[in-house]
């Protein structure tokens, strides 16, 4: 489904990610975990086209996706969320939603300010598909609101619904526990899940809580100073000697 | 006397605001003041004018001006911005953006001389009397089509898809990128709507104050920028009223206190207001948070 081939990214002299590989196989949910400025967002920004690898290459269902600009990244596909929220603010929660449908729909920008028919048969689709989505993450009630008005965890929750707007096959969740309460982690890992089965999505998320990690990826790979140090199954990442030595640390 | 030179005031003004939508829309999208706009607006008072001249009625040259500049912003973004953004600092594509404007304001001088023209009289001049308000038809149209203008812009960013993701856009354009919007194309678009009103208002200008000349963009487009940033640049409704506000207290000035004082009389007023209101009237103010 994806593959990273011998990734590296260089900024100046600093060398942010190594030679790094990775293979996601369809429908899989794989965590991505390591170390503060392991290179972890570096490689999300790879993956969805912001950076241009300075060596090696992204590959999406068999096709060479780097170079690609981040728009048309997207709409093959690779809907993700940020580490620091990077909703619309001063747009709706309905609007948000809707601004991802958009880009994945027929009508040209200038169709809508026709209102073609064409186009009004899309926007009610596209309405009644932002709604589904809204409610499967529990925002329908607040759909009017400004996106700067939700709650923390409920802006992470929208995130996932504007990304998935796209209708991606593809997900990428940065840090989507950051700042969540147990509760709120909790109703989280169900809504990945339900998300993962629902609509038939790969997944690959970078989270620092270990138990979400743990309990929900299939597959886990480690990055170190921009290295891949390890990849398996959470019950070998676990018992990882350098994994344990650089990032989890002895047990107590 | 008040009120008419109150009418005659927000008819100015309403013209300043059709400018200072363009220079708001732009700097919301791509924080770039584009000095070229003024130019944009002579030109398109300057395709009027020419199409008024080989018989168009006015209103069809009202339209092919607009359309004339939607094409000219569009190129002027893809010739001289574009190529920059991302790759040099925002103060090259300023320094880009007043060679555009002082090659334009050149070039037309080149091609129709300096010299001021007028349009014709093509809409009628009749004035009637509703109470003791003098009202000219001319008046009432210029006002009729910023109105329209205004409004329609205003749908168009609050309901359209396109007014959707400008919004989007300028809120965050790498989020915007991320969910599949194109924001070349939206900025294109921005460049192109904020030409054709700066257009509209170059052929009201020509029409009601007969002076049409190449270098008409120069101080025009300053008090349409002043007029934007008195509303609160990047604010759409801020530019609105910026620009109407600045059109009647112009007036008034010249009314009330003396002509020669005009233009002092209007920045040094925009100057009070930013002492006040930093942010602008419709800008918000921004705590960033340490």
């Known amino acids: 489904m994806l593959e990273l081939k011998h990734i590296s990214q260089e900024f100046g002299g600093l060398r942010a990610l190594d030679e790094v590989n990775l293979i996601v196989n369809e429908g899989q949910i794989y965590g991505l975990i390591g170390p503060n400025g392991a290179g972890k967002t570096t490689l999300f920004n790879i993956i969805t086209g912001i950076y241009q690898p300075t060596e090696g290459g992204v590959y999406f269902q068999g096709q060479k996706i780097d170079g690609n600009p981040p728009h048309q990244v997207a709409r093959m596909g690779i809907g993700r969320t940020f580490q620091n929220i990077r909703l619309f603010a001063k747009l709706s929660v309905l609007d948000n939603v809707r601004v991802g449908s958009h880009a994945v729909t027929q009508a040209g920008l200038f169709g809508s300010i026709l209102g073609l028919p064409v186009v009004r048969r899309e926007e009610k689709q596209i309405l009644h598909k932002s709604q589904t989505l809204l409610e499967m993450v529990g925002l329908q009630d607040k759909r009017w609101e400004y996106a700067e008005n939700l709650s923390y965890g409920e802006q992470r929750r929208l995130e996932i619904a504007r990304a998935l707007a796209l209708q991606p096959t593809l997900l990428l969740l940065d840090e989507p526990a950051a700042g969540m309460n147990a509760t709120e982690k909790q109703e989280l890992m169900s809504l990945i899940y339900y998300i993962q089965k629902e609509m038939k999505l790969t997944i690959l998320l970078v989270e620092h809580d270990m138990n979400l990690v743990m309990s929900i990826c299939e597959r886990i790979a480690v990055l170190d100073y921009g290295r891949k140090i390890a990849d398996g199954s959470p019950e070998q990442i676990k018992n990882d000697e350098r994994v344990i030595q650089s990032y989890l640390g002895a047990p107590a | ?290």
Not at chain 2, 26 to 53: C, K, P, S, T
Not at chain 2, 117 to 128: K, M
Not at chain 2, 133 to 138: D, F, R
Not at chain 2, 231 to 247: C, E, N, W
Request: charged share 10%; with cysteine.
């Open chain 2, 1 to 290: 006397m008040f009120l008419e030179q109150l009418l005659n005031g927000i008819t100015l003004g309403s013209t300043y605001a059709l400018i200072a939508l363009g220079y708001t829309m732009v700097y919301g999208i791509i924080q770039l003041i584009n000095f070229a706009h003024g130019e944009v607006y002579m030109i398109g008072a300057f395709v009027g004018l020419f199409l008024v001249a080989m018989g168009a009625n006015i209103f069809l040259a009202l339209l092919g001006a607009m359309l004339f500049c939607m094409l000219l912003g569009m190129t002027i973004e893809r010739v001289a911005y574009r190529p920059l953004r991302g790759k040099s600092s925002r103060l090259s594509a300023l320094i880009s953006a007043i060679g555009v404007s002082i090659f334009l304001s050149t070039l037309m001088a080149l091609l129709a001389q300096t010299n001021t023209r007028s349009y014709p009289e093509v809409i009628s001049n009749r004035t009637f009397n509703l109470g003791s308000l003098e009202l000219s038809v001319l008046q009432i149209s210029i006002l009729a089509v910023a109105a329209i203008l205004m409004i329609g812009l205003q749908l168009m960013i609050q309901h359209t898809r396109l007014g959707k993701a400008m919004r989007a856009s300028s809120q965050d354009l790498d989020a915007s990128y991320l969910m599949g919007i194109n924001v070349n194309r939206i900025i294109s678009a921005t460049f192109a709507i904020g030409s054709a009103l700066a257009a509209a208002g170059g052929v009201m200008v020509g029409v009601y104050y007969h002076a049409v000349w190449p270098y008409m963009g120069m101080m025009a487009g300053l008090k349409a920028f002043a007029a934007a940033i008195l509303g609160g640049i990047g604010s759409i409704p801020g530019a609105m009223v910026g620009g109407i506000t600045l059109g009647v207290l112009e007036i008034m000035g010249v009314a009330y206190i003396s002509p020669s004082y005009k233009d002092a009389i209007a920045f040094g007023i925009l100057i009070i207001v930013l002492l006040i209101r930093p942010q602008g009237l419709f800008g918000k103010k921004i705590v960033k948070k340490v």
